[in-house]
Each structure stands twice: as C-alpha cells, then as structure tokens.
C-alpha cells in the first residue's frame, strides 16, 4: 500500500492550496483517510479526517472552518482544501490510512496503518 501526497508548495498568508493523496497498492474500501502536520520542532499533529462514505469528518480546533478534507473513492484520492491560510500551517503535510476506521480514534496517529511522504507548505506573511 502506498500514498502519495502532492500540492504543496508556497503561498502567502490568506491564500489556499489543495493537497491531494492518492493511494494505491491495495483494496481502500471502508479505510478511514487522515490528514496530519509536522512543523519544525514541533510533534506531528492531527489537521482533518473522513471516513469511507464521507459522512463523518473530523477537524482539529484550529482548522475547523479553513480547511475541508473530502474523497473521491472511485479515484482512491483523499483531498484537502485549505483556505485563509496562516504562517503558522507551515509544516510537512502527511496523509494516512486506517484500515479499521473509528469515530473515537480518528485524530490518532496511531490508528492509522500507512503513511505517505509527506508534501510542504509554506505560509509566507
């Protein structure tokens, strides 16, 4: 199983990018799709979620409201939409997979079974 994640790049302060994660390798029915962040010395941390059907979706605080994770299964593809966005969402960006997705463990890294390499951002002011 593999993913690969791409979109990254530089924008300035109030801008938006869409990053995209296409998975590959493997059967994707029924995985939960995560997205997470690593700024520089700072822990990983959990941005967006969203189950197989889409219907439930999960956002940390901070980008409730900014970003918008969606799928498109037919295209094994996982995407995030962010809007207005901050110097402070500069991180490496890194889309996961969980193959026995859970309400109550969707924002944890260690739920999720495969990861892709990672795609920059930058958030200039």
């Known amino acids: 199983v593999q993913l690969q994640a791409s979109g990254g790049g530089l924008v300035q302060a109030g801008g938006s990018l869409r990053l995209s994660c296409a998975a590959s390798?493997?059967?994707?029915?029924?995985?939960?799709m995560g997205w997470f962040r690593q700024a520089p010395g700072k822990e990983r941390e959990f941005v967006a979620a969203i189950r197989w059907s889409g219907e439930i979706t999960g956002y940390a605080d901070s980008m409730k409201g900014r970003f918008t994770i969606s799928r498109d299964n037919a295209k094994n593809t996982v995407y995030l939409q962010m809007n207005s966005l901050k110097p402070e969402d500069t991180a490496v960006y890194y889309c996961?997979?969980?193959?026995?997705?859970?309400?109550?463990?969707?924002?944890?890294?260690?739920?999720?079974?495969?990861w892709g390499q990672g795609t920059q951002v930058t958030v200039s002011s």
């Open positions: 390798g493997g059967t994707f029915s029924g995985y939960g």
């Open positions: 996961a997979a969980d193959r026995s997705p859970r309400i109550w463990t969707m924002k944890s890294m260690g739920a999720y079974d495969y």
